[in-house]
């Protein structure tokens, strides 16, 4: 089982940066998963905003250009950096992973959160206007 934990939330104003990291427990490295980046604020779904693996990365129109996913070579860290923040973009961010024999059977990482098998507790990000 992999515990992730996500870390660099907090709160910034329109325009500004932050950026969040998700680190398997004890060092543990994911490489047998396929990795992702979501979202939920109060009263919405949970929306995947960015995936990757099996050599690329996907974004969701609503962040693409302002939001960068990327992993260390050794898969133990998975980045979101994270530009241009929109008051839009406040929600409790969370960082996850999908068992490799699914994703790379499908040949692309998930865009359903229920596909993905263990989650970090999330990162709160506040964009005030």
């Known amino acids: 089982q992999v515990h992730l934990v996500e870390v660099g939330g907090g709160s910034v104003q329109s325009g500004g940066s932050l950026r969040l990291s998700c680190a398997a427990s004890?060092?543990?490295?994911?490489?047998?998963?396929?990795m992702g980046w979501f979202r939920q604020a109060p009263g919405k779904e949970r929306e995947v905003i960015a995936n990757?693996?099996?050599?690329?990365?996907n974004y969701a129109d609503s962040v693409k250009g302002r939001f960068t996913i990327s992993q260390d070579a050794g898969k133990t860290t998975l980045i979101l950096e994270m530009h241009s923040l929109k008051p839009e973009d406040t929600a409790m961010y969370h960082c996850a992973a999908e068992k490799g024999t699914d994703c790379f059977r499908r040949g692309y990482p998930s865009f359903n959160a229920y596909e993905y098998h263990y989650w970090g507790q999330g990162t709160q990000v506040t964009v005030s206007s």
């Open positions: 990757i693996d099996l050599g690329k990365a």
């Open positions: 004890s060092g543990y490295s994911y490489s047998g998963y396929c």
